[in-house]
């Protein structure tokens, strides 16, 4: 073909494609009111309103409880076999519930186990001076049901715990927080270092214990679960009852980093550049010391003759003995010395996340993520396959709605994510390897784990951007009214706002809503990307016990849901369908429901709690916070200004939305700094994060927060305060870049 000509037709056919569009434009937006094409009134049409009722008549307690009854049939610990198999059974029944696609994500990542040496067992013994055996630990736990026969439950054990044999003197160091090694040293006079350390579980997340003893120069580190914590006074202990037995031991890992430690920050697949597990050690935060895990059935022995100080009243538990803190023992028994022996090995495995989606009709571009890790200790009724079994069911519920017509405006995506018990590694190798399209295309994350912990009312953690969301879908779910006490509320909505207020006295409180900090699979989208998230379950009554006793032990069983939890499954019902109702919310509202004014109210509150604390260092130290507070107005005046554009808006318009929505789904991306929090460079929102020295807690104003912990002892004085006004310039440019993203015009 000549070239003139080539060029020549080229041309043309550019021109008449220009052409078309314009003509569609101009007739667009020339057209007289009430004439839209078909196409445009597709665009701009809200969600099927007859679609939450339908999907919570679907959803159905009987199959959720045969759901659960499946998933625990097994142990399905990470990276061994039933990891594969349940991922694969997973994907097909999506398919067939009749989602659009489902699929395996691989990932190869660093897993711990027990040692395979059946001679190398992790155990604690306490001797006396010449040897003699005192009490030991068991390897595994009592049989106290039908299902501790499984060959495939694996022994307690602590996660990337170093190896090692260490003996010594015996220290109690209650919680193991940081406050509490303070407490030994600064006012009791009394140096952990090179003792073995024993703390209680509970308070603070499994690997700052880990961590704080390391850093107190202890030799190993002892783990037990106190019967305040995990065995109220008064109750049944398992199997006659929910309460752990002497012989339960929690299980858990010790890694503070969240995904695979070999691969920080990038996808753990086959190409991926691995670091030596020696350089993992550093930068992931795995134990240089041993670690183990034992019951109160063996710590009342390791404790009962202690000597020293006798403890704290706060740092007494429910065992009958006057707890103390050592070093060593009383007489006369002062020769006792502890030997603690861990075995454990640290191996690559590939594990599995299962991705299923129902595409958007309208806007499939944007995403609604609902998420819950499948792996277990061991049978993992309660975490996570209580959330699991709910999932399922809420996806078999939105399948049917699909093939009988219906689609959600925006897509509907379902994760299932393997070894986050490990330290969140499916979902984050997940987010490492799409964060670029999920940063700009995730609406929301939903996160399901745990669903019933207990029976006694709703619990959510969530980003101020998602609390509209949760109580609309809490006000159209009935109450299960399963706790002992009945129910008399109509809503679950209501029974929440009664029995957990945020303004405890105030009979029209909302409910409280607390603060993400980590702990599951919400961190790496709201911590890392920016993504609004929520964290939804049913929990039991705190005044009896603060979580379930239970956790992680071999007796977590399908029997402990149906016996003791949950009989009816209505309230692992009433989880799904929340959790369904947000999802559809987000999903299907022609604008998203976020009210961005939740935000600027957040941050007057943590502003005025910074304020509260630290003003009389600040006024010391010659700091202001005027920025802060004008950037926290400016903040609060654009909120105003987008929540009425969301009023005012258009809905004929579908450019005039779309603008509106994508300013609320990155509302969230405007607290997020590249560059990270100091010293922890993973977490990048400068709101919330993790705190420091708890990893399951949450924390305002993290940066300032770490920079003024226990800054009074600190040895550089200036270089403290410099990284405090550091920090606090930093939130201010957070906060005030948030504010401009959100305006109308932008620049």
Known sequence: MDGSRGRFLVAAVIGLVVGVVVGVVIGYFSRQPGSAAPWAEELVRDGDASAGRRVQEEILPENIEENLRRLTSVPHIAGREMDLGQAEELRDRWLQYGLDSARLTPYDILLSYPSSEEDRPSRVTLMEADG????????????????QDDPNIVPPFNAYSASGDVEGELVYVNYGRVEDFFHLQRDLNIDPAGKICIARYGSIFRGDKAEKAEQFGCLGLIIYSDPADYSARGYPVYPDGSMLPPSGVQRGSLMIAIGDPLTPFYPANEYAYRLSEEDAKIDAGLPGIPVHPIGFGVGIELLRNLGGNEA??????????????????????????????????????????????????????????????????????????SGTAVQEEVARAFGKLKQEGWRPRRSLVFASWGAEEYGLIGSTEWVEEYGK??????????????????????????????????????????????????????????????????????????????????????????????????????QGDPAVINFYALYHSSYETFDLVKNFIDPEFKVHQAVGRVLAEMALDLADSLVLPIDPTAYSTALQDIAGSVRTEYSTQFDAQGISMEYLDSAV????????????????????????????????????????DPL?????????????????????????????????????????????????????????????SASTAIEEGGL
Do not use: C
């Open 676 to 736: 990270g929090l100091p010293g922890r460079e993973w977490y990048r929102h400068v709101v919330y994060a993790p705190s420091a020295h708890n990893s399951y807690a949450g924390q305002a104003f993290p940066g300032l927060a770490d920079a003024m912990f226990d800054i009074e002892n600190a040895a550089n004085q200036t270089q403290r305060w410099e990284e405090v006004k550091k920090q606090l310039a930093v939130i201010t440019y957070t906060v005030q």
């Open 437 to 538: 399209v999920l940063g700009e295309r995730a609406v929301a994350y939903l996160n399901v784990d745990s669903a019933a912990v207990g029976n006694f009312t709703f619990k959510s953690s969530a980003s101020p951007a998602m609390f509209q969301s949760v109580f609309d879908a809490t006000k159209k779910v009935p109450d299960p009214g399963v706790n002992p006490a009945g129910s008399s509320y109509s809503s679950v909505y209501d029974s929440w706002a009664a029995k957990l207020p945020k303004d405890e006295g105030d009979p029209n409180s909302l409910p409280k809503i607390g603060q993400l900090g980590s702990g599951s699979d919400y961190t790496p989208f709201f911590q890392h990307l920016g993504i609004s998230s929520i964290s939804i379950n049913f």
């Open 132 to 147: 003699t055996v005192v009490v030991q630990s068991q390897v595994e736990e009592a049989p106290l049901d039908r299902y």
């Open 312 to 385: 704290p009243a706060n740092w007494r538990g429910d065992l009958n003995i006057t707890y103390r803190t050592g070093p060593g023992f009383q007489q006369p028994h002062t020769g006792r010395r502890v030997r603690l022996q861990v075995n454990v090995q640290n191996e690559v495995k590939r594990t599995y996340n299962v991705i299923g989606v129902i595409e958007g009709s309208v806007e499939p571009d944007r995403y609604v993520i609902m998420g819950n890790h499948r792996d277990a200790w061991v049978f993992g009724s309660v975490d996570p396959s």
């Open 633 to 672: 107005d400016n903040f609060t005046t654009a909120a105003l200004r987008l929540k009425n554009r969301m009023t005012d808006i258009d809905r004929k318009n579908p450019l005039a939305v779309r603008l509106v929505n994508d300013q609320l789904m990155q509302l969230e991306r405007g607290f997020i």
